[in-house]
């Protein structure tokens, strides 16, 4: 199974970032958690949210009010929407498979795309 | 939110030296911690689930254990190829957060 992101590289500040994470060998509709993590350049990492494939979701409270995560079954891919962004979501943003079996853990991660918040 | 502090920050050690890395929790979170590696340019790794079971194809010489708020990441002896930077992340309870990350440097 292999994750790829898609890469929109730059955003205007107060934009919207799209992203989306193509799932390859495997199904979205797998007994797994899909999820988004970002990394700030040099920084350490910030979980984002995930979502299962019945569309449940959960989300970082302190993103809550911009972020959307979506699964699309037919593409085989989730992706994330996060609004009005600001210099501070610059970051690398990851996309990941989470196991859910004894615990949750991301066994798997796509390999990262870069956006840029600027106008 | 379940706040996770890591320590120490950074650390530097020698090949075959034994190291620890330290997770604390704010609350107890039911062993629901994980380990991963990362290097520079890439993604996490993930090397240690539910406190202490290690994922497929990473070495023994790394270890998981602790209960409650404590836990520990060891590496028994080091290697050139663990200089990386490592972190724990609890996914007990929403917000499933990291903690700040341990660089670990070869001396």
């Known amino acids: 199974v292999q994750l790829q992101e898609s890469a929109p590289g730059l955003v205007r500040p107060s934009g919207t970032l799209s992203l989306t994470c193509a799932v390859s060998g495997g199904s979205v509709r797998s007994s797994s958690w899909w999820g988004w993590v970002r990394q700030p350049p040099g920084k350490g990492l910030e979980w984002i949210g995930e979502i299962y494939h019945t569309g449940t979701t959960n989300y970082n409270p302190s993103l809550k009010s911009r972020v959307t995560i979506s699964v699309d079954k037919s593409k085989n891919e989730f992706s994330l929407i996060l609004t009005s962004v600001t210099a501070a979501d610059a970051a690398v943003y990851f996309c990941a498979r989470q196991a859910s079996t004894t615990s949750y853990y991301f066994d798997l991660w796509g390999q990262g795309t870069l956006v840029s918040v600027s106008s | 939110d379940i706040q996770m502090t890591q320590f120490p920050s950074s650390l530097s050690a020698s090949v075959g030296d034994r190291v620890t890395i330290t997770c604390r929790a704010s609350q107890t979170m039911n062993n629901y911690l994980n380990w991963y590696q990362q290097k520079p340019g890439k993604a996490p790794k993930l090397l240690i689930y539910?406190?202490?079971t290690l994922q497929s194809g990473v070495p023994s010489r790394f270890s998981g254990s602790g209960s409650g708020t404590d836990f520990t990441l060891t590496i028994s002896s080091l290697q050139l190829e663990d200089c990386a930077t490592y972190y724990c992340q609890q996914t007990y309870s929403v917000p499933r957060t990291f903690g700040q990350g341990t660089r670990v440097e070869i001396k």
């Open positions: 539910g406190t202490a």
